[in-house]
């Protein structure tokens, strides 16, 4: 099973701790960083697969990322691209299994 790497921005003082605890009991997840500024968003797409902030975050760290990626092939005579495009899902109320189920989800 792949390792899925986590990074925690933002959180409160309070639901970071439980954050951390929770995915630490979790074998096949990892924190690779837990930050009180949503700036720390930059090394996301290096370092972890699943970014886990506050609500008012979240647009702040989506809004910069504006990936295209255009792959070539046959000498130039095949192309593809692929774009980056926040989308976002309202879940509503989440338990501390419901989440650890969405990270695990998303990445499937």
């Known amino acids: 099973m792949r390792e899925i790497r986590i990074l925690v921005i933002g959180s ?9 605890q929770l995915i630490g009991r979790c074998a096949d997840m990892r924190i690779v960083d837990v930050a009180a500024d949503p700036a720390a968003a930059a090394i996301w797409p290096a370092a972890a697969d699943v970014v886990l902030c506050d609500l008012d975050d979240a647009e702040r760290i989506l809004r910069p990322c504006h990936l295209k990626v255009i792959a070539l092939g046959d000498d130039g005579r095949r192309a593809a691209l692929w774009e980056l495009r926040a989308h976002r899902t309202e ?18």
């Not at 879940?91 to 499937?108: N, T």
């Open 12 to 20: 409160p003082g309070i639901l970071r701790d439980v954050i951390v």
């Open 91 to 108: 879940v509503g109320g989440m338990s501390p299994s419901q989440l650890v189920e969405m990270i695990r989800g998303r990445l499937e």
